[in-house]
């Protein structure tokens, strides 16, 4: 009886392992409806990522340049400088920047501050944005550049100033430096009181001035002012000497020396005193 168990033994153990074979074969026929659900799940995602990028795309704003300064149809005359100044926003930075009159580049700057522009006559001044997506956007202004007769130039400056030797403050060689440096001026004159001024202050005037004057970049003009109780004041320049209302007191000797010494002068607030 127990012979006959043990021999039958192997069948069941062959007939369990068809079995399970069995079973493993069908379990994995039976995975392929996860697989689909792993594809839609998969399409799911991507559609999700689809509208999240159209989304994205909506929300992104439009490219915008827009041109602050100067306003449009803006004078200037030939050979002097505009502030350009921009306003940029949108697309996606960074912006690639371009400024040009009529097909002339100025700059590759947003804001470019004081730049001079080309040649007189109606120009149209254009700024072009391009955003790091290659969007582009323009803005223009037209422009007036006024002519100026042949080999004339403007300059600024000023020709009545007093340092701290006289009535104003600051030491001659300060005072030039900040019309030069800080206020940009092309020319400035130093004319303190003669009344107030000693023969070393003149000769410190003359030397101070003289070592501020560059051909082509800054003018100092060495000047002293004449100042005269009822006559009036009056700026006189270039001379090699300087006198005051003290020693010529009154108007015709003032004269006199202003011929003698070749000097060039002008009348200071005119109207203000009597004479």
């Known amino acids: 009886m127990n012979f006959s168990r043990a021999l039958k033994m192997p069948a069941i153990l062959s007939f369990s392992l068809v079995l399970v074979l069995s079973s493993c074969d069908d379990n994995a026929g039976t995975q392929q409806p996860t697989n689909a659900g792993n594809v839609n799940n998969l399409n799911n995602v991507n559609n999700v990522n689809n509208v999240n990028n159209v989304n994205n795309l909506n929300n992104q704003q439009q490219l915008v340049a827009a041109i602050l300064t100067p306003a449009p149809a803006a004078e200037v005359q030939e050979g002097r400088a505009l502030s350009l100044t921009s306003a940029i926003s949108g697309g996606q930075a960074p912006y690639t920047v371009s400024w040009d009159v009529d097909g002339i580049e100025l700059s590759t700057l947003e804001q470019p501050g004081d730049t001079i522009i080309p040649e007189y006559g109606d120009r149209t001044l254009t700024l072009t944005a391009t955003d790091a997506s290659g969007n582009v956007a323009t803005d223009s202004v037209p422009l007036h550049v006024l002519d100026l007769n042949e080999g004339l130039r403007p300059y600024f400056g000023n ?23 800080v ?93």
Do not use: K
Not at 167 to 178: A, N, S
């Open 159 to 181: 020709l009545h100033s007093h340092s701290g030797l006289s009535d104003g403050e600051g030491t001659p060689e300060e005072v030039l430096t900040w019309a030069r440096d």
């Open 183 to 275: 206020v940009g001026v092309d020319f400035y004159g130093m004319t303190d009181h003669a009344e107030q001024l000693s023969d070393s202050e003149w000769a410190l005037v003359r030397t101070v001035t003289d070592a501020f004057s560059q051909p082509g970049v800054f003018v100092a003009l060495r000047g002293f002012e004449w100042s005269h109780p009822w006559n009036g004041h009056m700026c006189i320049y270039t001379t090699e000497d300087y006198t005051s209302a003290i020693s010529d007191i009154w108007i015709t000797y003032i004269y006199d020396w202003l011929i003698e010494n070749n000097a060039l002068a002008q009348f200071n607030h005119p109207g203000r005193e009597n004479g």
